[in-house]
């Protein structure tokens, strides 16, 4: 039996796509410029809301519904960690690097999906909201660059609107020397601290870019190459951001 087949696997799969239609439901969740989904191996590049990425999780929960399948999430190696979430990681498909697992969703024709800013981005205060904050991070890129995946701009309304970010997640986290690097953030919810509270009920309307594809016409993992694509990725999610709060 493989490990997405175990039961604890299956019933994490489960209690995931249960959850996130329920989420669709409460947010009043839509979806904007789907026709720009491919179907074959892309990678979604999108922003990181607080304190988790809620619109692509609902957006994985939406198009399982319409194509039967979903595209594959990287997520905090954290998860690789505990036992519970493990179970999250086998039965979701979820990828921490690129490793086996990232080659056997790409050889399925599978889509990926990625929020370079992580933690950094989702855990901040509610001072810094809305603004693409991805540093020097290339690996996306780099990633892009050597399985030859179309780039898929992706952000949402709503999503720094659901909790009200009291600190610095990431500073936090390295202050106190948290194991795995894991974020020491407090957001406040509708009944208390998150993650007690649920979100505040904002509507969320995911926005999908076109595609970013002249990487692979001339593929270079050249330091002043990837500075351009960085430049030009992170402008088009910031593009989506102000176009779609407007």
Not at 39 to 50: C, D, E, K, M, S
Not at 112 to 123: A, N
Not at 181 to 201: D, E, Y
Request: contains cysteine; hydrophobic residues 45%; charged residues 20%.
């Amino acid at each position: 039996m493989s490990a997405a087949q175990t039961p604890g696997a299956r019933a994490a799969r489960g209690v995931w796509f249960a959850y996130w239609r329920a989420m669709r439901r409460y947010h009043r969740y839509e979806v904007r410029g789907a026709e720009h989904l491919t179907t074959t191996p892309a990678l979604l590049v999108g922003y990181h809301g607080r304190p988790i990425a809620h619109d692509l999780c609902m957006l994985q929960s939406w198009l399982l519904e319409r194509t039967g399948r979903f595209p594959r999430a990287f997520i905090h190696a954290a998860f690789e960690h505990n036992a519970v979430l493990r179970a999250f990681v086998d039965g979701l498909g979820f990828v921490t690097g690129d490793d086996a697992s990232l080659r056997a969703a790409l050889d399925a024709g599978e889509q990926l999906v990625v929020t370079p800013g992580g933690t950094r981005e989702g855990c901040r205060s509610a001072l810094h909201r809305y603004r693409v904050d991805w540093g020097t991070r290339r690996g996306y890129l780099k990633l892009a660059l050597r399985h030859r995946l179309p780039i898929i701009p992706a952000a949402a309304t709503g999503v720094d609107d659901m909790y009200i970010g009291l600190n610095d997640g990431d500073a936090w986290s390295r202050r106190l020397g948290a194991p795995h690097g894991v974020p020491v953030w407090l957001g406040l919810g509708p009944l208390g601290l998150w993650p007690f509270s649920p979100p505040f009920p904002v509507k969320v309307v995911q926005h999908l870019g076109a595609p970013i594809t002249a990487h692979l016409d001339a593929a270079s993992d050249a330091p002043e190459a990837l500075a351009r694509l960085h430049d030009e990725v992170t402008s088009a999610v910031q593009r989506l951001l102000d176009t779609a709060r407007r």
